[in-house]
């Protein structure tokens, strides 16, 4: 694959992926929402209410982060760029985390095209990260409050 189709493919691979978190996190505030108004208890301070809003909080994380894994996985072996699901899967693990372990490396044909996968990560732990801070920080702010 040439330069401009790594640049070009890694792109549309990567929007999808900034495009399905966003999505998660969209749907994932009005459903925390709804279970802070709904979990039992009072407030913020209560211990069944607080897990219930952080455990779904922390669920839209990890399950967009698992879509987004599973996407490159499909990517890498439905383009045969690495020919079984097991080492699709863990390349793309490996990728979108930034840990690298070099253990499966592609071709100079498609490097720059696998980078998008750390790209794809970086973001959305990055915006993970936002989004978590504005759950704990809007639990701080109710404890104050209450």
Known sequence: MDIFHQILWGSVFLTLCTVVHVMAFAIGMPVVTWVGEHAGGRGWRTPGKSFAILLTALGAVIGSHTVQIWIWAFIFVHTEVIPDWNGAVYFSIVTYTTL??????LGEGLRIYATFAAIAGLL???????????????AGRANRRE
């Open 100 to 105: 690298g372990y070099g253990d499966i490396v």
């Open 124 to 138: 959305s732990f990055g915006i993970s990260t936002a989004f978590l801070v504005e759950v704990f920080g809007h």
